[in-house]
């Protein structure tokens, strides 16, 4: 008779209660595994084989098995809880001591590092300050150093540019004038079938055919309207407008400004009406005056008065007072040398005379020009002296015309936009363009400007225009160029020169007013970190104030052929065991292979099913009374036993 199998019924029945107990007092813990006690039964060992009628002495734990079955995932509102919804486990670093877990309660310490509330590192692949992969895994370590600012190198614009809009005002007009009265009472000019014919180009296009009425003209206003009802019947109607002065002497001008307007005027009756033939005039945008030389060198200038070793110019410019200006006597060979001594003579009068105010010059054949480095409107330069005759420089004034593009005036551009952009420290810059209609249809001029600065596209020296001309279709697309490249100065401490490609591909020219669809630009300015976030495949992104996010870090995930293998260590953590089967090194991203992927601001609770526990907990307690009644019967046959007399 023994007791031995209810006592071991009442051990496994108590160990199968604690492993219950156990599971119930974690069912709140983060990433918890309930486990569950496996019995086996013991027979008395024997050298002989196994008897029918043995009976076995009892039962014993076999294991006490985790199940590594998925929790329930519920969110929090810390953006490092993260849940791992699948296969895979984090590893822990203790100074190199490496275990793994479930639970994905992290936050960072002082120093950067991704941890548990018992101080344990996440690992992972690691990335520098820069977010550029290390190339080696290890501790996770954040770095909160700001984003670094990147300067702008293109610049999108996606406009409709209105297709009805006429010629900014402020630009001046082509005008052709006459040479002379072309008829009067005393002598009226006379026409007819051979000399009655005019050829006009405006703009650029085909030259179109103007007949005007034969017959005797004695004055100036008949002879306007006559070869204003001839334009009139053409398909130049409302494009050439014509006048005469207080004289009788005869205008063409095109009702078109611009740097694009121009008039060409050749037939028959461009001599009888004393209007230049074959030259071209064209509309302007503002240059500065400037005057050209007839004579090339090598130039000898001699001396004024003979006796002397100078001679000597008198410049007016912008309506100020004459200016002498004395250069030395003597040939020059070339046009370098001429320009040289001639600017360091103008230069020589100080700046209260024509230093700063005038620049020398020669253009390709050689001939000397002299410019004011004012233009507009007031923008003027008379020459005399000695020395002008010999440069063969005109005794005529010289005036800039005030039809010009600037940015201050918004009658001489017909829309604008504008956007930030950044230079290389990430200061802020405003971009501004400035479209202007041509007088040629479905053409646009396109000025730039960098913080309400001189435009590029004029040169500062002379005042000449160069902007971009862009080109749409007749379906109002845009032709060419898409793109326009730009280069401003900065003086900011930054790379001095900000290149910008300016992007134009989706503009539109359509009948509609003008309007922005969308601004666009690559750059940024430097960004503190605003906040953290996770992606579902381990990828910790820094996210900054300047809308630029910076890769951090990557957790990595393991996993084991046997997961049950792993040892418990307390704190939610295992340790693999040999039994655990073979692991994948420092583990691989979320979501591939086997291995599940990452819910950021959430936690994976424990898979411990109460309802289920407290059921096994009652059926063990009546397993721990039976074993306990199977001790007490045990008893009570002994005592009859021992009763027996």
């Known amino acids: 008779m023994a007791f031995q199998q209810g006592l071991s019924g009442l051990s496994i029945a108590s160990k199968a209660l604690d492993a219950i107990s156990n599971n119930v007092s974690n069912s709140g813990t983060v990433g918890f595994k309930q486990a569950g006690a496996q019995f086996a039964d013991v027979f008395a060992a024997s050298l002989a084989a196994g008897s029918s009628t043995q009976v076995g002495i009892g039962a014993t734990i076999g294991n006490v098995a985790q199940q590594f079955t998925q929790g329930n995932i519920s969110t929090t509102s810390n953006t490092l809880d993260l849940a791992i919804n699948g296969s895979g486990f984090y590893r822990m670093s203790d100074n190199g001591s490496i275990t793994y877990s479930r639970n994905g309660q992290f936050h960072v310490d002082k120093n950067g590092y991704v941890v548990n509330s018992s101080g344990l590192r996440l690992t992972g692949n690691t990335f520098d300050a820069k977010g550029l992969p290390s190339g080696v895994g290890g501790d996770i370590q954040l770095s909160f150093g700001d984003a670094d600012p990147k300067a702008t190198t293109s610049a999108g614009y996606n406009v409709n540019l209105d297709s009805r809009s006429a010629s900014p005002k402020a630009l001046t007009k082509a005008t052709l004038y006459g040479s002379g009265v072309p008829g009067t009472v005393a002598t009226p000019l006379v026409l007819n079938s051979t000399n009655n014919t005019l050829s006009i180009a405006v703009d650029g296009e085909a030259a179109a055919s103007v007949n005007i009425a034969a017959g005797s003209y004695p004055d100036s206003s008949s002879l306007v309207a006559a070869i204003q009802a001839g334009i009139d019947k053409s398909s130049l109607k409302g494009r050439v407008e014509v006048s005469a002065d ?14 694009l307007s121009s008039l060409l005027v050749g037939g028959t009756a461009a001599s009888s009406l004393l209007l230049p033939s074959g030259v071209t005039v064209s509309g302007s945008n503002a240059v500065v005056a400037t005057l050209s030389g007839s004579v090339a060198a090598p130039v000898t200038i001699t001396p004024s ?32 040398s001429l320009v040289t001594a001639m600017q360091a003579a103008v230069d020589a009068t100080g700046s209260s005379g024509l230093q700063g105010k005038v620049v020398v010059g020669h253009d390709a054949a050689g001939h000397l020009t002299f410019s004011s ?137 359509f009948g509609n007013s003008f309007g922005v669809a969308q601004l666009s630009q690559d750059g940024y300015k430097p960004g503190s970190l605003s906040g953290l976030t996770v992606q579902p495949d381990g990828t910790i992104l820094g996210n900054f104030s300047n809308g630029q996010s910076r890769t951090m870090g990557q957790v990595l995930l393991t996993n084991f ?16 065991t040999p039994e655990a089967g073979a692991v994948d090194g420092a583990g691989a991203p979320p979501g591939t292979g086997t291995l599940g992927v990452l819910q950021s601001a959430a936690v994976e609770e424990s898979n411990v099913d109460l309802t289920g526990e407290l059921v096994n907990m009652i059926t063990q307690q009546r397993a721990y009374q039976a074993n306990a009644q199977s001790i007490k019967t045990q008893d009570q046959i002994l005592q009859t036993l021992v009763n027996l007399r």
Do not use: C
């Open 373 to 509: 480095t004012l233009a507009g409107g007031s923008s003027s330069m008379t020459i005399s002296g000695a020395a002008a005759t010999e440069l063969g420089m005109p005794s005529f004034t010289a005036s800039a015309n005030s039809g010009g593009f600037s940015i201050t005036d918004p009658t001489s551009y017909t829309s604008t936009t504008s956007q930030t952009v950044y230079d290389s420290l990430g200061n802020p810059h405003t971009q501004s363009l400035y479209f202007v209609k041509t007088a040629q249809a479905n053409k646009w001029d396109v000025y730039t400007s960098l913080d309400g600065g001189f435009p590029p596209e004029i040169d500062a020296t002379t005042g000449l225009h160069s902007p971009t001309t862009i080109s749409f279709d007749s379906n109002g697309g845009l032709l060419t160029p898409k793109t326009i490249s730009t280069a401003y100065t900065v003086t900011t401490g930054a790379v001095p020169s900000l290149n910008v490609t300016v992007d134009l591909t989706d503009s539109t020219q």
């Open 305 to 336: 008065p003979a006796a002397g070793t100078t001679s000597t110019l008198s410049i007016a410019v912008d309506g100020g007072a004459p200016v002498t200006v004395t250069i030395n006597a003597a040939t020059y060979p070339d046009a370098a």
């Open 246 to 259: 207080s004289s009788g002497k005869l205008t063409l001008t095109s009702q078109h400004g611009g740097r």
């Open 561 to 576: 052929r046997n997961p049950n293998g792993l040892v418990s260590v307390g704190g939610n953590q295992w340790q693999w």
